[in-house]
């Protein structure tokens, strides 16, 4: 049975505000509200690696529960970049984002992606790994980029599909999707076992 099959009766809301995660779930041709909702985005230092996106999606879960119907079923999700062992967020200035693409360029990184799913019955959390491989990239590269493309909304300064994905990467392993914001053949699957 096709994913659309299940969700009949459903009503699916993405709390994100993301236009690329609002694109992705839409290309799997769900239909959906989309919303935000504030919440503290810092998590506990003892986490590494994919528990701390997957921390934050809970979080975003947990802040939008009092607002969870009957048949309603919400999607939260959270994407870090980790290089050389250091969490890259979204930068909070130019000099941030220029810091952040010198550490990528001519190296590889993760892409990591916590996603949670939830409904008033359950609660179901996963996540998906992407390794990025970046060419070197002269300062100019890098000055052009953040100057035309303001990545300040992107964890390690950067969207794959934007000009520095095009000119940047190298190699990539693992979901191009999740790079973007949501691994959707793995959501794809999840939510299928979600409505099973």
Request: glycine share 6%.
């Amino acid at each position: 049975m096709l994913l659309t099959e299940k969700l009949k009766g459903w009503k699916v809301v993405l709390v994100s505000q993301s236009p690329r995660r609002r694109e992705l779930l839409a290309g799997l041709e769900i239909e959906f509200t989309a919303t935000s909702i504030d919440t503290d985005e810092r998590y506990p230092e003892n986490l590494s690696g994919a528990q701390i996106p997957t921390y934050i999606a809970e979080q975003k879960a947990a802040a939008y529960q009092p607002l969870l119907h009957d048949k309603q079923l919400a999607i939260t999700a959270d994407t870090v970049v980790i290089c050389n062992d250091r969490v890259l967020g979204k930068p909070k200035t130019r000099e941030e984002a220029v810091e952040m693409l010198h550490a990528l360029q001519g190296n590889t990184h993760k892409v990591i992606t916590g996603v949670c799913l939830l409904s008033l019955q359950k609660t179901r959390s996963f996540h998906a790994i992407s390794e990025v491989t970046f060419a070197p990239l002269t300062d100019e590269e890098i000055a052009h980029y953040i100057d035309r493309y303001r990545p300040f909304d992107k964890a390690g300064s950067y969207g794959v599909q934007e000009w520095i994905g095009f000119i940047g990467i190298e190699k990539l392993v693992g979901s191009y999707y999740n790079v973007m914001g949501l691994p959707t053949h793995r959501l794809y699957k999840e939510l299928k076992a979600f409505l099973a």
